[in-house]
């Protein structure tokens, strides 16, 4: 069965720098790996997903994230966080019909 | 586009009684899901329905029935509320069932047993 870890229930960074979630998985088959973004008090919303070809994937709001095999990982990147990054971000692979989340990361921008 | 809303959003209830919480999607998605989010857990899956009728219980069921009569409506039951049942509840449903598809999140329903 499938699995996902991440890396860091809180993250902290200072408005402009890079923000990197991390996030590891296990999966029995080739893995589609997504990330979810929740804002306070809403659903999640998907931020991207990696199902094949390119290894590098690009998402909303300026977002991307890199299958890596190899390290069994799909962490999540932006280059300069922005106040309005800060939410929570939950890694997810799916496997048949089930898709297993992460226990999330909370992410935090001081001005 | 109403898209997917759940309700109530906010539920107040006691242990033993029933409840339902309900959800509507107006894509005329084939899949439903039922998930619980508890702090340090992400999202669990509950029950989730691949079509009318069809459900299939997930990774936590125990204490929760779903029944799906119509594709656009999926509602989750818990029979006789406990504590522990105390949860964030999202509704989520996408086009298809295959692995590579998006989920569509609901609101959330924030319910507390006491």
């Known amino acids: 069965a499938q699995s996902v870890t991440q890396l860091g229930s809180h993250v902290s960074v200072s408005e402009g720098a890079l923000v990197l979630l991390r996030c590891n998985y296990s999966?029995?088959?080739?893995?589609?790996l997504f990330w979810y973004v929740q804002y306070p008090n809403q659903g999640l919303q998907l931020l991207l997903k990696?199902?094949?070809?390119?290894?590098l994937v690009k998402g909303i709001n300026g977002f991307e994230a890199e299958f890596k095999k190899s390290e069994t990982s799909f962490h999540l990147t932006k280059p300069s966080a922005h106040m309005s990054d800060a939410a929570e971000y939950f890694c997810?692979?799916?496997?048949?019909?089930?898709?297993?989340f992460g226990a999330g990361t909370r992410l935090t921008v001081k001005p | 586009d109403a898209g997917i809303t759940q309700s109530p959003r906010y539920k107040i209830t006691e242990t033993g009684r029933q409840v339902t919480l309900m959800c509507h999607q107006t894509w005329s998605h084939s899949y439903m899901f039922w998930y619980r989010q508890d702090l340090g857990h992400g999202l669990r899956l509950i029950y989730y329905s691949a079509a009318a009728d069809i459900t299939d219980k997930g990774e936590v069921p125990d204490g929760y029935v779903v029944s799906r009569s119509k594709t656009e409506n999926f509602p989750l039951t818990l029979e006789s509320a406990t504590r522990s049942q105390t949860s964030v509840y999202f509704c989520?449903?996408?086009?298809?069932?295959?692995?590579?598809?998006?989920?569509?999140f609901g609101p959330g329903t924030r319910l507390l047993v006491l």
């Open positions: 999966s029995s088959v080739p893995p589609y």
């Open positions: 997810a692979v799916s496997e048949g019909n089930d898709m297993r």
């Open positions: 989520a449903s996408s086009e298809v069932g295959t692995r590579r598809e998006t989920q569509y």
């Open positions: 990696y199902t094949t070809g390119a290894t």
